[in-house]
């Protein structure tokens, strides 16, 4: 298992700008990984590799809009990121994490509907994106959709089996379906 990791981690070095997005060869074997370990630091190392790899594009321009974007949320200058996500999207509307930062950016300005519709457009592209699915599952509780909440968990769960939130938040909506009949 380690020896198998590590391997994936060196292909991964030497092969890291050559094609990276949602489609890159690479994630087949890192998703193995997520699969098959319950080792924490390895599903955090690998974890960590899958988002590099989502994050990456041979394109500066998708690289900058990311990083300008990402930038301006994280300074809650949430208009400028609106529009470098927008422009992301309309340019490269096949690179899914531009989607999954824009969903990401509506959660935060309570624009519930519009993160899912994102979110559903991440998860067309990338259906193991295992951060468009706990995401899903998140604003479906906060619309109190907890079937669909379930279900968004219960898909993170089969593409990530030992995720360190999908079984915690699972069992906290099951409780709350539990609740919700009596």
Known sequence: ???RLVGIFAISLASSLL???QTDDRLGDLF???QETENVRTIQMTESQIWEIWLQHPNADVQQLILVGTQRMNAQRYAEAMVAFNRLIESFPN????????ATL???????????????KTLEL???HFGALSGLGVVLIQRKELSKAKQAFENLIEVHPNSPNAKQNLELVEE???????
């Open 1 to 3: 298992m380690i020896s």
């Open 19 to 21: 094609h990276a997005d």
């Open 32 to 34: 193995a990984v997520l």
């Open 95 to 102: 690179y899914a994490e531009g989607w999954n930062k824009r």
């Open 106 to 120: 509506n959660y935060i300005l309570g624009n519930l509907d519009a993160s899912i519709s994102d979110i559903e």
């Open 126 to 128: 990338e259906p193991r």
């Open 176 to 182: 709350q379906l539990r609740f919700s009949v009596i």
